[in-house]
């Protein structure tokens, strides 16, 4: 008797669920790394590289102890860009101000949550960044407090940090830095409820208004 083998059935779908599940991780790593290496330089890049395994596999970790750990580099940049900036000369620093006005982008999260985001910032002449927003799905927040330098020797655009107050009753402490060659900010970040991740922010030209109305 000839037995005829049962045809191999692929799910095309799932492939297809797969493959848009990788290409969204490669571009969470791909931000990440880009954010890191403006923001914390080499040491950044090799923490975020060796830790990548462990994320990915979905190994168990400290939601607190990340958030505290970004919120203590946060705190931290603030007050090298506060003395960066007294150093440097106002002039300098008025022509190398980041805009202020409205940015759009979109973050890229490690819990598969990615997000549109638009954000109203103002770079104050004092060294001080104050703004508001609102994310896609987390809603809305004001920053409260920031800083912003552009250290006259400098050969990349202005650095900032953030920390961000949600209406939902939780925070997000960001480190960026401006892209000199488009001014769209790059930036690392991670909140309280123990999501981390990555955001592009771009200048937005269209006179869209958010909130507060």
């Known amino acids: 008797m000839v037995v ?10 799932y492939n297809r669920v797969l493959a848009t599940d ?15 290496a403006l923001v ?11 830790n990548r395994g462990d994320e990915e596999e979905g190994a168990s970790y400290d939601h607190n102890r990340v958030y505290n750990r970004e919120l203590t580099g946060t705190r931290q940049l603030m007050r090298t860009l506060e003395a960066e900036f007294e150093q440097t000369d106002p002039l300098v620093s008025s022509i190398q101000a980041p805009d202020s006005g ?3 982008g979109d973050s890229a999260e490690d819990d598969d949550g990615d997000q549109s985001v638009v954000t109203h910032l103002k770079f104050e002449k004092d060294g001080l960044i104050s703004g508001w927003g609102q994310d896609g799905v987390d809603g809305r927040y004001t920053i409260k407090e920031g800083r912003w330098s552009s250290a006259e020797k400098g050969t990349g655009g202005a650095r900032v940090a953030w920390i961000e107050s949600y ?6 402490a960001l480190r960026g830095q401006v892209r000199k060659s488009d001014g769209a900010i790059l930036g690392m970040w991670a909140s309280s409820r123990g999501v981390s991740g990555s955001v592009k ?10 909130w507060p109305a």
């Open 4 to 13: 005829t083998p049962t045809p191999a059935v692929t799910d095309l779908s």
């Open 22 to 36: 990788r290409a969204f991780h490669d571009g969470l790593w791909a931000g990440r790394i880009e954010a890191a």
């Open 40 to 50: 914390g330089g080499a040491y950044y890049v090799n923490y975020i590289m060796n």
């Open 102 to 104: 409205e940015y759009v």
């Open 167 to 172: 209406d939902d009753g939780f925070e997000v």
């Open 201 to 210: 922010l771009e200048k937005d030209r269209s006179g869209m208004k958010i």
